[in-house]
């Protein structure tokens, strides 16, 4: 790995630039356009716009944390990041495909690392219909929202909805409602992640819902379908010590 181009992409937080210059100053590098290696930055969510932002290269990203939770960042050191490189594990995340119709009759695909999420618009709740693999599994679900998230993004805004925490390696996705009010005990549902979740949003227009895949919105919607992208996965580079599966385990023993 010493002899991999290195790049570093920084978060516009002072303390992420500060690294930024450190890091520069140290160690040869090159623009991301021609790394071998991106080297990020800031929090996690500087991570997910930079995994987005280089989809395309298919290269491996190693984040140091210089912003708040850094889940999915190693830490931040200056000495010995060759030698860490080297040394560093990769970790394949899938991330979710959302595929939106609005209610104006339009079309986007987005994709999303943690969570896609439907949420109200307005005062009123979201009445939403569940489809699994086209069944209908509930017909109707009154709620703040309801978000699907990945084992990676099990322990973000899933976790704080009162989701389940999900093994790295369990080919499941959590689909979690948002404050539920009716049926008002349930509480999700664990699915393989080889399913599509259809949700379709029921009056439209008097209860508009907005969906969310990390930092990409599209409001008014009418249908969402949800899928663990079949081409697509992210590399993630992390120190031996960090291990990203053992901390995601770690979560579910916090009290």
Not at 135 to 148: F, H, N, Q, S, T
Not at 150 to 161: D, Q, V
Request: hydrophobic letters at 45%.
């Amino acid at each position: 790995m010493s002899e991999k181009r290195i790049a570093f992409v920084a978060a516009s937080s002072a303390s992420a630039q500060n690294a930024l210059k450190r890091l520069a100053a140290r160690y040869e590098h090159v623009p991301p356009e021609q790394a071998d290696v991106i080297v990020a930055l800031g929090g996690d969510g500087h991570m997910l716009e930079t995994l987005h932002a280089y989809l395309d290269r298919d290269i491996p990203i190693y984040g140091m944390n210089r912003g708040t939770v850094g889940f999915l960042m190693n830490e931040y050191r200056v000495p010995n990041l060759l030698k860490r490189l080297a040394s560093a594990e990769t970790v394949e995340l899938r991330p979710l495909e959302m595929i939106v119709h609005t209610v104006d009759g339009n079309k986007f695909r987005s994709l999303a690392i943690n969570e896609i999420s439907l949420l109200r618009q307005t005062r009123q709740a979201a009445k939403l219909r569940i489809r699994i693999d086209g069944k209908v599994r509930m017909k109707e679900l009154i709620c703040d929202g309801v978000l699907v998230a990945t084992p990676a993004g099990s322990t973000a805004y899933n976790l704080s909805a009162h989701g389940p925490i999900i093994p790295l390696g369990a080919n499941l996705l959590a689909l979690t409602p948002i404050s539920a009010f009716r049926p008002r005990r349930w509480r999700g549902a664990l699915l393989p992640a080889s399913v599509t979740i259809t949700l379709d949003i029921l009056e439209p227009r008097k209860r508009p819902v907005s969906a969310v895949g990390d930092y990409t919105e599209v409001r008014d919607v009418k249908k969402v379908q949800v899928r663990a992208a079949r081409d697509t996965s992210f590399a993630l580079l992390f120190d031996p010590e960090h291990n990203l599966e053992d901390r995601i385990l770690n979560e579910q023993f916090i009290p």
